[in-house]
């Protein structure tokens, strides 16, 4: 099997294990806090496993497994969110992801993000897809549901753009490369597995994926905090770097 066919089965089977999870819920006495925890152990679980008997060879960077330095030295290392927006799926909403990525040799190889609750998952090929049509005349931009930054909500003013809110970081890319929205600006921090995957996704459809500075995303670093990330379509990436650069130097001043 593939690289990309096997990140593509592991996203669907932990985002099965997480929809039986949740739909079992009420039985085993899980809510809130409870669920979101027992969703990842879950989800975590299958996925290490699964990694550790197909490609006991790799190193894994996973949001719920101690980092092992280790990883560094390794020319293939498979970047995973088992649960991506667990605040959503906790509130059994659709609004969450499952990310699968494989980094190899300082490039995202592959990358499949499942969207369990409509029964999709999105993944990367070998040749660039175009972006779906547009299909509104004001810019949309998706935005945290909860926790919408400063520099974004300023963004939309400057624009006159409409804010899209919805759950994971996973969703929103997943949103822009399915047309619902034209970008996905994130600067509130973030970590690797956050992005990776959903950027290997968007970047196989041609849609832009970058720093907010326009820098390049770099992935398997010793620190995986990565705080900030662009997702949009290829003709509005230079109109969207040169607000944001105009609204840092603004902040500097």
Request: glycine share 8%; aromatic share 4%.
């Amino acid at each position: 099997m593939g690289d990309l066919s096997r990140a593509i089965e592991l996203a669907e089977g932990a985002g099965r294990i997480l929809l039986d999870l949740r739909a079992s819920a009420d039985a085993h006495g899980l809510s809130g806090r409870s669920l979101k925890d027992a969703g990842d152990r879950a989800a975590q679980q299958y996925l290490g496993n699964a990694l550790a008997h197909s490609h006991a060879g790799d190193a894994v960077l996973s949001e719920e497994a101690v980092d092992d330095p280790s990883r560094l030295r390794h020319e293939r290392v498979w970047i995973i969110d088992p649960l991506d927006g667990t605040r959503e799926y906790s509130e059994f909403r659709d609004d969450w992801a499952v990310h699968v990525a494989l980094w190899e040799r300082g490039q995202l190889a592959v990358g499949a993000v499942a969207l369990p609750a409509h029964d999709l998952v999105l993944s990367s090929d070998t040749g660039a897809l175009p972006p779906v049509p547009r299909s509104a005349s004001r810019l949309r931009l998706a935005v945290s549901r909860t926790r919408a930054h400063q520099s974004v909500l300023q963004l939309a003013r400057e624009l006159d753009a409409d804010l899209v809110p919805m759950g994971s970081a996973g969703f929103k890319v997943c949103a822009v490369v399915r047309g619902e929205v034209d970008a996905y600006v994130h600067a509130g921090g973030q970590y690797e597995w956050d992005s990776a995957a959903p950027v290997a996704v968007a970047r196989s459809h041609g849609l832009h994926a970058s720093r907010i500075d326009g820098a390049e995303l770099e992935y398997n670093q010793s620190d995986p905090y990565l705080p900030d990330l662009l997702v949009c379509r290829p003709e509005i990436s230079q109109l969207l770097l040169d607000k944001l650069a105009m609204s840092s130097n603004s902040a500097l001043d």
